[in-house]
C-alpha cells in the first residue's frame, strides 16, 4: 500500500506502522510503504521495564530499547550491545503537548515536534528536518508511516519513533 502523499522535502525512505502495536511480548514488522518487511520489533515479555529489539530481514539484532527507571522525567535507551547510542526524554514541563528530545552518544541532540499522540511530527537535527511521521498518508485506520531523509540512520531513527510511541501512549 503506497503512502497517498509524498513529502516534497525529504527524499528517503518511507516506512509503515500499525497503531498502538508497541506491547510488551508482542513482535510486528516495519514496513516499507511497497509492504517489504524492512525490521522486526521484538517486545521482550516478563521485563521488569519495557523493553524492544529492533531487528533487520535475517534476525540479526540491531538496536535495543529499554525504559529506564528511577528517572525524574520519562526516559527510554537506545542500546547498541553494551553501548548507549540515545536517550529519548520527554520534556520535563509540558502543559499543552508533550515535547521529547533524543541526545545521542556523540553529544549533539533531536528535537521532536508536534502531536506525537496523533502520530502528526517531525524529528529535526540543527533545525534540519530529518524525519516526519504522518497518519494521514494513509486510507487504513491504525497506519502511520515515517519518511526518513536519505543519509540518516534509519534504525535508529525507527527505534525512536518507538520509543516515542511507547512513552506517549503508556
Known sequence: MALLRRNKELTGTRYQLREKLFS??????????????????????LRIRSTFVIENQSGDELLKIQE???SIRDAMRIERGDTTVATVKKALVSPLRQRFTVELDNGSELKVKGNIIDHEYE??????????????WFRVRDTYGIEIAEGQNDALILATTVCLD????D
Open 24 to 45: 510488551i511480548g508482542d513482535d510486528f514488522w516495519i514496513e516499507t510503504d511497497e509492504g517489504r518487511r524492512a525490521y522486526k520489533v521484538n517486545g521482550k515479555a
Open 68 to 70: 529506564k527507571k528511577l
Open 123 to 136: 524529528i529535526e537535527r540543527d533545525g534540519t528536518k530529518i524525519a516526519e511521521v504522518s497518519k494521514r
Open 166 to 169: 511507547e512513552m506517549a501512549h
